[in-house]
Nanobody, 125 residues
Framework: QLQLVESGGELVQPGGSLRLSCVASGFSLDYYTIGWFRQAPGKEREGVSCISNSGASTNYADSVKGRFTISRDNAKNTVYLQMNSLKPEDTAVYYC??????????????????WGQGTQVTVSS
């Protein structure tokens, strides 16, 4: 069974840091671009960051540039999202997704075939 599982979300104070993980089972991530998306209450899901299958290319939403870093360890079949200097507006359910797609489409959720169930990130004092 092909599955993506996110973890690492929790309650954190503004200015704090979290690292989210996305682990794949049932298939290898080696050939897949991975995207991180988030959905806040009452808002549409939006692209946060994405990384090419080799890890050579990355992309970030303007709202997280300089604060978030995406990386991958294909040997562990895992992709990470390091989130620093967190703000209340980063509060959302974060999802990872995998797809074989043109990298210039990687911030578009329609490009992806497989999705995780999400992990809740809450930034609040």
């Amino acid at each position: 069974q092909l599955q993506l599982v996110e973890s690492g979300g929790e309650l954190v104070q503004p200015g704090g840091s979290l690292r989210l993980s996305c682990v794949a089972s049932g298939f290898s991530l080696d050939y897949y671009t991975i995207g991180w998306f988030r959905q806040a209450p009452g808002k549409e899901r939006e692209g946060v960051s994405c990384i090419s299958n080799s890890g050579a290319s990355t992309n970030y939403a303007d709202s997280v540039k300089g604060r978030f870093t995406i990386s991958r360890d294909n040997a562990k079949n895992t992709v990470y999202l390091q989130m620093n200097s967190l703000k209340p507006e980063d509060t959302a359910v974060y999802y990872c997704a995998a797809g074989r797609l043109l990298f210039n489409l990687c911030m578009w959720q329609g490009s992806y075939n497989y999705w995780g169930q999400g992990t809740q990130v809450t930034v609040s004092s």
